[in-house]
């Protein structure tokens, strides 16, 4: 399971969650090399509060609102030249790997985030004639 903390009320939100949903699809499912399945568990609650104690919650991944809030983070330290956009071409939504996350849980981490940040179906016009 990847424990992801994001904010559910952001402007990216509704796209967010249909990566996160579709993640879970159990008709395309994903393993890590072990063979255990890997699937997305959010963790949610008042976004700002929940920042700054992150160190205590430890998701394996975090999907912050803007670079700035990791300003708000604390008992940590994020290195967001390692960020990638989760959301998307549009998106300003970087995410860090924490410093706690090695093995399985970075592989799993790794396994769901190469699949939420690929760009939507609607992102890519369709071919035309």
């Known amino acids: 399971m990847v424990r992801v903390f994001r904010d559910s009320g952001s402007d990216f939100s509704r796209d967010l969650d249909n990566r996160l949903y579709s993640f879970n699809n159990f008709k395309q499912e994903r393993h890590v090399r072990s063979g255990k399945l890997v699937f997305v568990a959010t963790m ?5 509060d929940l920042l700054g104690k992150i160190a205590l919650i430890k998701p394996q991944m975090i999907i912050l609102d803007s ?8 008992g940590m330290q994020v290195d967001l030249t390692k960020a990638r956009n989760a959301c998307g071409a549009n998106g300003n939504s970087p995410r860090s790997f924490l410093l706690w996350v090695s093995g399985e849980e970075l592989e799993a981490a790794n396994i769901l985030f190469d699949a939420i ?6 992102e890519s016009p369709p071919a035309g004639p």
């Open 44 to 48: 949610e609650g008042n976004y700002r």
């Open 67 to 74: 670079s700035a809030d990791a300003q708000l983070l604390s």
């Open 117 to 122: 940040a690929r760009p939507s179906e609607v």
